[in-house]
Every structure is written in structure tokens, then in C-alpha cells.
Nanobody, 129 residues
Framework: QVQLAEAGGGLVQAGGSLRLSCAASGRAFDRYAMGWFRQAPGKEREFVAHIRWSVSSTYYADSVKGRFTISRDNAKITLYLHMNTLKPEDTAVYYC??????????????????????WGQGTQVTVSS
């Protein structure tokens, strides 16, 4: 497992932007698949985006496609989520997650919570209308 710490949440008006970051520990970060999930009040945690060790391989939930961009800087051992054109329904606690297992997993598999073995504490994003 790795230690993960999110930052960058806050209050923003609808249409605005935020960038979340997730600092990771561990020496094999560049080999992990990483993901962002979110959980709104009273709802289950849901998938937002994931990125494989190959930074060109990304995958998004339909609800954020075209507005959010996931990226990673392996030299800085940091994961990012760039969020544009934010909507009130994006309000949630955002979590980053790491999958340290090296076995193959499909893009669909990486949308599932149980595929990830390390989680951050979360950062609150609130979008006002």
C-alpha cells in the first residue's frame, strides 16, 4: 500500500475550475494505476477518472468527460484532477486511490472501488449555483 494525501478542494461557483492534487509515497508510483472517485452526501462513492502507468491511457465517467482531465507527474509522485466547467452536481468529497497490484485489469475494472488498495482521506469540493 501507499500513503495518499489529497489537496486543492474548496468552494467555487458554477462554471469555475479547480485542480486537485494527490501526493503519494512509495518508490513504485510510476507503475501504479491511479484513480479519482467522489462521494456526494447520501450517495455511494462513484468513479470519476483513472490513469494507468502509461500517462496516455486515461478513462472517464460520462458525467465528467470533456470537463475533467486526470494527469500524473511520476517525477513528483503526484496525481492531478483538473476540473473545468464545474456544476453544482459535482459537489462531493473527492478521493484519490492507487492500485498497487501489477496484474492486468480492464478499463472497466479500474472503475470499481475494490480494485484499489490504497485511499486518501478526501478533499471537499463544493460548487455553488
Amino acid at each position: 500500500q501507499v500513503q495518499l494525501a489529497e489537496a486543492g478542494g474548496g468552494l467555487v461557483q458554477a462554471g469555475g475550475s479547480l485542480r486537485l492534487s494527490c501526493a503519494a509515497s512509495g518508490r513504485a508510483f510510476d507503475r501504479y494505476a491511479m484513480g479519482w472517485f467522489r462521494q456526494a452526501p447520501g450517495k455511494e462513492r462513484e468513479f470519476v477518472a483513472h490513469i494507468r502507468w502509461s500517462v496516455s491511457s486515461t478513462y472517464y465517467a460520462d458525467s465528467v468527460k470533456g470537463r475533467f482531465t486526470i494527469s500524473r507527474d511520476n517525477a513528483k509522485i503526484t496525481l492531478y484532477l483538473h476540473m473545468n466547467t464545474l456544476k453544482p452536481e459535482d459537489t462531493a468529497v473527492y478521493y484519490c486511490a492507487a492500485r498497487t497490484r501489477r496484474s492486468y485489469v480492464s478499463d472497466y475494472g479500474l472503475t470499481l472501488l475494490y480494485e484499489y488498495d490504497s485511499w486518501g482521506q478526501g478533499t471537499q469540493v463544493t460548487v455553488s449555483s
